[in-house]
């Protein structure tokens, strides 16, 4: 029986993503920064641990917890909202903190036992910014994008280990917690200048074509985690389909 480690798995996505793989029969390993266990089903194959992954201490704690796993789910992340003119540099460095560094950080501390056993996968949570530019998220947009080099060149480097990288690229989530979850990282960020500007993206943000949910970019994890060909990128949800479709070559 194969294990998962999820991050993030308090809601959203995450929280979707550890049901998902409990209910195909796997191990799941639910980390989140403030452990929650009412979140999650009882079951001796489900383990909530608390993980931080900006903090060293907090992830080498988890993984020494979990013993070996055979699939990492990168998903934790924050957002920020607002003009950039706007954002403090503070700000844009806690938002790498968790959406890029903290993914490097956790994938660094589990590679070596995937790389001698020869065999496991990461999987990298992304967003559909990276397919399509959006305004008023370019930190956010930016930690993003970094990630998804990062999986790229990560993919070829551990190809002749057979461990397995992957991105999965969600769309926009209405039901999520992405605005509850930037918290004060908003505050003051549409300066007036901006406040016409803000007004007509926010109004399109409210009636979106199509919008993605947690189940939509649970089943893209689970089919990245699962899939043994070389396909790198797993759009989730069917906004983030169809803007991969036009995704520039």
């Known amino acids: 029986m194969k294990t998962v480690l999820i991050t993030g798995c308090s809601s959203g996505y995450g929280l979707e993503t550890a049901r998902k793989f409990h209910a195909k029969g796997w191990n799941v390993i ?34 020494a917890a979990s013993g070996p796993i ?21 700000v844009a460095r806690e938002v790498f903190e968790t959406n890029t560094f903290g ?10 036992q995937l790389r001698a056993r020869r065999s496991g996968v990461v999987v990298n949570v992304t967003s559909s910014v990276t397919l399509a530019p959006m305004p008023l998220v370019a930190v956010y947009t930016a930690s993003k994008t970094a990630i998804e080099g990062f999986t790229a060149s990560l993919a070829l480097e551990l190809e002749a280990f057979d461990v397995r990288v992957k991105l999965v690229e ?9 605005t509850s979850n930037t ?32 189940s939509d970019v649970a089943e893209a994890v689970y089919l990245a985690a699962t899939d043994a060909s070389g396909q790198l990128r797993f ?11 036009i995704r520039p070559q």
């Open 30 to 63: 639910a980390t989140m920064r403030t452990p929650r266990e009412d979140v999650l089903p009882r079951s001796e194959r489900l383990r909530v641990l608390a993980l931080d992954v900006t903090q060293p201490a907090s992830i080498a704690a988890a993984l």
């Open 70 to 90: 055979d699939v990492l789910v990168n998903n934790a992340g924050i957002g920020a909202i607002g003009a950039f003119e706007a954002t403090p540099m503070a």
């Open 103 to 112: 993914v490097m950080a956790v994938t660094q501390a589990v590679l070596p």
């Open 170 to 178: 969600p769309g926009y989530g209405p039901t999520t917690r992405f």
């Open 183 to 214: 918290g004060p990282r908003n505050d003051g960020r549409i300066p007036e200048a901006y406040a016409p500007f803000a007004r007509r993206v926010f109004a399109a943000f409210a009636q979106p074509a199509a919008v993605t949910t947690e």
């Open 235 to 245: 759009p989730a949800g069917p906004d983030a389909v169809a803007l991969a479709r």
